[in-house]
């Protein structure tokens, strides 16, 4: 059977990307699953201490982070959802795994460069000091979140190709010099749509820790501001028929990535039907289409958020399920490194 591990992170309300990038297609993996495979998601809350925050607000967010994967459609009988910190084994791992990661490896990860705000060399070497370990380091703790499952498959956006990467060096390194082939080589499973980008500024991808709200659409708002939002987005002052173009047209091209996504129609379907539709109609359609879209998650989270209670227990409930797994694991690779007390 497979094992399907993935993550996100509670840095705020899923937004379309996650949705259509993530959710969506974990909802669809997760319904097909046959009776001998298994899919782990898991609250990324480690991840968030990589950059500051505002603890008693993360604790917040880290709990509409669950009511949200479960407003997309994830059954906790199905599918094992947790938060990460509420299983150690994750940091265990990822100590072991740190022990067998390059820094030239890890210093070539792009995103730790992007969120300490590092554009170039000269910049990266001037500020070094007020990097971070953990920010530096959390591919490793990435790598560690589907290994403690032995994942075959990892259900990502292409924001997270690279981690993936890595993920893999890290088996051949332990796998080589342990010399064993206890973990399988994760394959990455990409949503069938692209990046969603920012609304505003089409050269970025969707981020939820984006501070403007413009930027993004998110699952928990009301239909009237996702509407305004889609009216309002940047596209472009090209004239005559609307066309498939990121290079030239990124926020038309997005509108209709977001529109084959929702369609379950791919590009080349969606182009025909709508070449002659003026900018502001075809924000019409996306619009409807996307309130339409999230109409189900939009109630099922607002219903969720006022059973405390019922979080609180499926998320302990989640937690006892990937110990089970995750424990029996971490013994097998802390033996192999010969840490067992084992006589
Ligand atoms: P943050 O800005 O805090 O990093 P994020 O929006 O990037 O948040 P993550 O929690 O990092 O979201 O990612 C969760 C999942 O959503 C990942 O599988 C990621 O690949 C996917 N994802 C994130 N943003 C997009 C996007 N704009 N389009 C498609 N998929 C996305
Ligand atoms: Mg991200």
Known sequence: ?????????????????????????????????????????????????????????????????????????????????????AVPEHTQLQWALTCFAGMGLLNRMTQWKAKADLKNDAQIQNELGAVKLGLFAYPVLMAADVLLFNATHVPVGQDQAQHLELTRDLVSAFNKQTKTKFFHYPKTLMAPSNKILNLRDPSKKMSKSDPDELTKITITEDPKSMRMKIMKATTDSIDGPLTFDPEQRPGISNLITIYSAIANQTIEETVPQIKDLSKRDLKELVAEAVVKELQEPNRVYKELMSSPDLLHKLSLEGADKARAVASKNLKEVYKILGMDMEK
């Open 1 to 85: 059977g497979s094992m399907l591990v993935s993550g996100i992170q509670p840095t705020g309300a899923f937004h379309l990307g996650n949705y259509l990038g993530a959710t969506k297609t974990w909802h669809t993996i997760a319904r097909k699953l046959d009776p001998s495979s298994q899919m782990v998601l898991f609250i990324a809350d480690l991840h968030s201490l990589t950059v500051p925050q505002n603890y008693s607000v993360l604790k917040k967010q880290r709990f509409e982070a669950y009511a949200s994967l479960l407003a997309c459609g994830l059954d906790p009988a199905k599918v094992t959802i947790y938060h990460q910190a």
